[in-house]
């Protein structure tokens, strides 16, 4: 589970120091979902768990007026210093949003609410009627590379991984069936619901690194499912799946990039 204390706490930490890597693993998949929302030139967009910004960027590069939700400070802070849109620090699911807004966007940043139906239908509330929603989730761990390689690498060393959580535990795949957010759009209020999924590969280093293989094996070490159950371990454990880790991603070495195959919902609506 991850949730949004996570994300205010730790996880938001981490992630601020690897938001280039971060932007190369979801852009494949995050630039669909910009692309399914259709014309935003002139519109008011809201950007549901912004992050460090870069969609809202792009977004605004897109000529919309945009305004990035973020619980995150670390993460808002990025945002903000690059700037290119406004940004609100407020819990996307219950507090003041401003608005109304004439679409709302989201990559992978819909997954993490207590009450969902509750925050999708609080998020709605700010739209105007009609407005368009795409929403951008991960299918499950087993389709993304990112999370499957890595826990498959340490199987060895730290046994079989608890089995998946039930579906809407708050966490990256929370939304992966979509008989479970379905409904939950629906039920807030949302019309005209579709989704279709989306195959990409996707880097997890930038292509830019001296050592693809080593900054990989960080990334993973830091940041996904493998890094959550190594909280509390001892450094010789993270150590020695990090030297196999090192050896399973040379099979995914691309050039100057570790490359692996992401799958995500691309989920459009309108309010
Ligand atoms: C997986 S990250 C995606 C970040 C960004 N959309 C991107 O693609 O780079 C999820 C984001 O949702 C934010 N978040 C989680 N719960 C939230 C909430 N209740 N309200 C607003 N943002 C939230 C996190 O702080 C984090 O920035």
């Known amino acids: 589970m991850v949730d949004k204390l996570d994300w205010q706490g730790g996880v938001g930490k981490e992630w601020s120091k690897r ?19 259709g014309d935003v030139a002139k519109k008011r967009v809201l950007d549901v768990g912004c992050g460090a910004g870069s969609t ?16 995150s400070t670390d993460l808002l802070a990025l945002a903000k210093h690059d700037g290119g849109a406004d940004y609100l620090l407020a819990d996307a699911a219950s507090e003041p949003l401003g608005g109304p807004y004439d679409a709302v966007y989201s990559r ?10 509750a925050g999708w239908t609080h998020i709605r509330n700010h739209t105007v009627p009609g407005g368009n929603l795409s929403i951008v989730c991960w299918c499950a761990g087993k389709e993304n590379g990112w999370a499957s390689i890595p826990l498959r690498a340490a199987r ?5 991984p608890p089995p998946p959580p039930p579906a809407g535990t708050p966490g990256p795949f929370a939304w992966a069936d979509p008989d479970y957010f379905a409904p939950i759009l629906k039920q807030a209020g949302w019309k005209n619901l579709k989704w279709q999924a989306v195959d990409a590969d996707a880097q997890i280093t930038t292509g830019d690194d001296p050592d693809p293989i080593e900054r990989a094996v960080q990334f993973t070490l830091r940041i996904g499912p493998l890094a959550k159950s190594l909280e509390g371990m001892a450094p010789e454990i993270r150590t020695k799946i990090g030297a196999v880790l090192a050896t399973v991603y040379k099979d995914y070495l691309d050039g100057d990039a570790v490359r692996v195959p992401t ?5 459009t609506a309108q309010a």
């Open 19 to 37: 938001m280039d890597g971060l932007n190369c693993l979801l852009g494949p998949v995050g630039d669909v979902g910009i692309v399914a929302l």
């Open 56 to 71: 809202s960027r792009a977004l605004a590069g897109l000529g919309a007026e945009v305004t990035g939700v973020d619980v």
């Open 108 to 117: 992978c940043g819909a997954m993490f609410f207590d009450d969902a139906i």
């Open 156 to 160: 060895p060393i730290l046994g079989d």
């Open 263 to 267: 799958k995500a919902w691309i989920i």
